[in-house]
């Protein structure tokens, strides 16, 4: 069975609306991507670490309980798990300040054998971070000698608008690693300045990565090929967070394309009418997510999924 592997940051969320605290769980990007697949069946493992302590062992037991193969997440001798504040606005999108101590970082060291079946994904500023840069590029080396499909989430916080020269570089090299590149309006505003959805793709991402989907909340979703572009609405909603849209949404995608067996050899041939209902699915998911306060879908919404394709 293919496998999604994934690399990035581990956090424990607590989130918070009208400055008080209502929620708090695991978390992190590619983290809340990998919970949601493991509740879809798919197999999954995790590249990352936690910190030695008591929330780094509730981590860890929550990857065990949803299937996802923690056997690549590090623990360092005295070292904690890092904390994630995410305040909700009145339209419940997030700003987060994030409690960790990047002194103490260290790459993890192990890493999980890979195919062409497999899908590698990776993101946000996990990997653009010096620290663990070398680990992340090696494991996309391996991806692309071995045919490997590579998602890319850009997800450029607000919090890094001030190193964004600085980060350039490194983010432009992931976009040539990838396959696929995923990014929010939100984050081509903080990087470019721009909202031009079109000018995005053609002047920052067809350079260096032919497929581009481009999200917009409520606005829905777009996917660029160099032969064609096309748009999904979103369903209309009163959220009550937006934390884990954009991560459900990234398991969205990769979900469909497992169900349909599209491989890094074959998404140059994935037709129009099959890219809209992949992006409907990831539509869906985030839709979902954006009526919880958790960051990944539900057990239940992952077994009606799962009977569709049965």
């Known amino acids: 069975m293919p496998k999604v592997v994934g690399i990035g940051e581990t956090v424990y969320d607590i989130i918070f609306e009208n400055n008080r605290p209502i929620d708090g769980k695991p978390g992190g990007s590619v983290f809340n991507a990998l919970i949601s697949l493991g509740r879809l069946q798919q197999q999954t493992a995790f590249i990352s670490e ?7 062992k509730i981590i860890l037991d929550f990857l065990a309980q ?71 590029t ?40 990838a396959d696929i590149v995923k990014g929010s309006e ?31 909340g409520a606005n829905g979703a777009m996917v660029f090929t160099p032969t064609y572009s096309l748009h999904v609405p979103s369903i209309p909603i009163a959220p009550k967070s937006t934390i884990g849209a954009g991560d ?25 009418h099959e890219w809209e209902a992949i992006l409907q699915q990831a539509i869906d998911c985030a839709t979902h997510v954006c009526m919880l306060y958790d960051n990944y879908i539900t057990v239940d919404f992952a077994n009606k999924k799962l009977d569709l394709f049965r």
């Not at 850009?154 to 570089?169: A, D, G, Q, W, Y």
């Not at 081509?188 to 000018?199: A, G, M, N, Q, V």
């Not at 920052?204 to 999200?215: D, E, V």
């Open 248 to 272: 459900t949404f990234n398991a969205g995608i990769i979900f469909a394309l497992l169900q349909q067996n599209i491989a890094k050899d074959t998404l140059c041939n994935v037709q129009q």
């Open 66 to 136: 949803n299937k996802v193969n923690a056997d690549y997440v590090a623990q360092f001798d005295g070292t904690k798990t890092a904390l994630s504040l995410a305040f909700l606005d009145e339209n419940k999108n997030a700003n987060y300040t994030f409690y960790k101590d990047y002194s103490a970082q260290k790459a993890p060291h192990k890493t999980p054998p890979i195919t062409s079946k497999d899908i590698v994904l990776f993101g946000s500023f996990f990997a653009l971070n010096s620290t663990v840069r070398q680990q992340v």
């Open 138 to 177: 090696t494991l996309l080396d391996t991806a692309n000698k071995e045919s490997t499909m590579v998602y890319y989430d850009v997800n450029f916080r607000k919090t890094h608008i001030s190193k964004r020269h600085e980060l350039l570089p490194a983010l432009i090299e992931n976009m040539k690693y």
């Open 186 to 216: 939100e984050d081509f505003d903080h990087l470019y300045d721009e909202k031009d959805p079109i000018t995005i793709y053609q002047k920052y991402i067809a350079p260096h990565c032919s497929t581009f989907i481009y999200t917009q």
């Open 50 to 56: 936690v910190g030695d302590d008591t929330v780094g």
